[in-house]
């Protein structure tokens, strides 16, 4: 018998009770996503499944306890003296891990997506992509366990990973303000980065069994995916993201500038806050595509840059991620009848530095990313059924009675198994709902682990439930807009409080 199959065949042998244990899992985390709920009339989100975090956690034991029947740790390995060297080694392990986890994997997000009504087949691609990104958790795993001696030390490295991810987690994300930031590359070269030192790991282990080469090449490819993350500039992740964009042979020519525009009584007390203060700039885009419908064209813009100059020379950035000089900018607010005024509302939250940038004009720095979208073939849901949409299924659910009034509530659950993260564009369809509340798109989160994208929106009004309009997004053109603005008051665009426009007369 080869070698590599003698080698497989030991750990199966050995190792059996723990690969039935996590397919059993498996099979109860497809079981869960394959049945769940469409949606909830009564607007319960379905509860976040424990498999979706320990899932990968049991997987990387199993990797760990499959590497560690043939240590690689040490001068005492029985098989370097025989035959079989380190190559058939090597190829029986990522043949038991390519067995059971890989395939079995691959076939429950089959299964799911047979479920949900999804043909496998026709999204073969997207389930090719799963198998990337689920590859993306193994070599790092596969890496650490080479370099550690035993079970004990393996759980201690994921100990310590896992906590001082935890302990950093609210410094390393962008801050909840901003819902999409489906154009940040930096989770994708981070773990490049990891995967790539991942491999060199293995192969100094396995052909050299280099322990401490390998010890400092992980820890420098962790501290150098870490630093990648933290500290990757948001304008070169908006550079990369763009780049990567589908390009237009003629793009439209874009440039920022300061309308004199006021905001309304809805708009202050929107942004009014007693605690600090806040300055809404009326910004215009000009050279946006105008004339467009509902289902029309789609321009989304992101403030990536924003930096004021005051007049004695002092520069203030304002950052999501940390907010240590006081400033913080939001996202520019875009409505669906409003292509090219729009709102920056920049926000203060120390009192030293608004009086500092307050004193005199200040002048503005700043990078806009723009996308355009395009929105596909428009369908419509009604209540109580479950509709196919180009992308997907969406399904809809209606709670309250024609006297709750201003409690009834319409909700919308949509899944799809694109490839690319999408949204979904949302509105009711034959009437407006009064005093309703509704977002013009519904945001699909990429899920890691699971081959549906779910998103669900609701809109509360005084009529009864009204069929929904979906449709789906495409991506056609991205690109950054530098602008200045220089000479400006900030004291003249301070939102104070808001007064009713009746109150005031």
Same mark, same amino acid.
């Given at each position: ?50 498999? &979706? ?39 029986? @392990? ?6 059971? *986890? ?31 990104? %689920?590859?993306?958790? *193994? ?41 999409? !930031? ?73 440039? #920022? ?15 009014? !806050? ?37 007049? !004695?020379?002092? @520069? ?5 991620? &940390? ?38 004009? #200040? ?32 399904? &809809? ?82 690109? %950054? ?5 220089? &000479? ?18």
């Amino acid at each position: 018998m080869h070698p590599t199959l003698q080698i497989l065949r030991k750990d199966i042998e050995r190792l059996w009770w723990a690969v039935l244990f996590t397919l059993v899992l498996l099979a109860v985390w497809a079981f869960q996503e394959a049945t769940r709920a469409s949606v909830d009339p009564f607007n319960q989100p379905p509860p976040v499944s424990w498999l &979706n975090m320990g899932l990968p956690f049991v997987w990387s034991l199993l990797i760990a306890l499959v590497l560690h029947e043939d240590s690689l740790v040490g001068d005492r390995q029985f098989w370097v003296a025989l035959p079989c060297g380190w190559r058939p080694l090597l190829a029986a @392990k990522k043949a038991f891990i390519v067995a059971f *986890i890989q395939l079995p994997y691959f076939l429950a997000t089959a299964a799911i997506l047979r479920a949900r009504g999804f043909n496998p087949v026709s999204h073969l691609p997207h389930l090719l992509w799963k198998q990337l990104v %689920l590859l993306g958790l *193994i070599l790092p795993v596969l890496a650490a366990a080479t370099m550690v001696k035993n079970l004990s030390q393996f759980m201690l490295l994921i100990v310590t990973v896992a906590s001082g991810v935890v302990l950093s987690s609210t410094s390393l994300n962008i801050a909840s303000a901003q819902t999409d !930031n489906t154009w940040d590359v930096r989770w994708i070269l981070a773990l490049s980065t990891l995967c790539a030192g991942a491999v060199v790991v293995v192969m100094l282990q396995f052909a050299r069994r280099f322990t401490l080469r390998s010890r400092v090449v992980g820890v420098i490819t962790a501290f150098a995916a870490a630093s990648l993350y933290s500290w990757l500039p948001r304008d070169t992740s908006a550079a990369i993201y763009v780049a990567f964009s589908p390009v237009q042979p003629d793009p439209p020519a874009l440039s #920022v500038s300061l309308a004199s525009r006021e905001p309304d009584f809805y708009q202050q007390r929107r942004w009014y !806050n007693f605690q600090r203060t806040t300055v809404l700039l009326p910004v215009t885009v000009d050279g946006l595509p105008f004339g467009r419908d509902a289902y029309g064209t789609e321009v989304r813009l992101d403030q990536i840059v924003l930096e004021m100059t005051g007049a !004695n020379g002092d @520069k203030y950035e304002a950052d999501w991620l &940390n907010y240590s000089n006081g400033v913080r900018r939001n996202r520019i607010e875009a409505r669906l009848d409003e292509l090219g005024e729009r709102w920056q509302a920049i926000s203060f939250y120390i009192p030293a530095v608004w009086n500092s940038t307050s004193r005199g004009p #200040v002048t503005i720095h700043g990078r806009i990313l723009a996308r355009f979208y395009r929105w596909g073939e428009h369908t419509e849901v009604r209540q109580g059924e479950r509709t196919e949409i180009p992308v997907g299924y969406c399904s &809809n659910a209606f709670r309250g009675d024609a006297t709750s009034g201003p409690r009834t509530l319409s909700t919308l659950d949509c899944e799809t198994a694109e490839v690319a993260p999408g949204d979904l564009l949302v509105l009711p369809t034959g009437r407006l709902f009064e005093h309703a509340f509704y977002g013009p798109s519904l945001f699909l989160p990429d899920p890691w682990l699971s081959p549906l994208r779910h998103g669900t929106n609701s809109i509360a009004g005084n009529v009864l439930a009204t069929p929904w309009t979906v449709a789906p997004k495409t991506l056609f053109h991205a690109v %950054l807009i530098d602008y200045t603005i220089p &000479n400006v008051d900030l004291n003249r665009y301070v939102v104070h409080e808001p007064v009713k426009p009746e109150a005031a007369k």
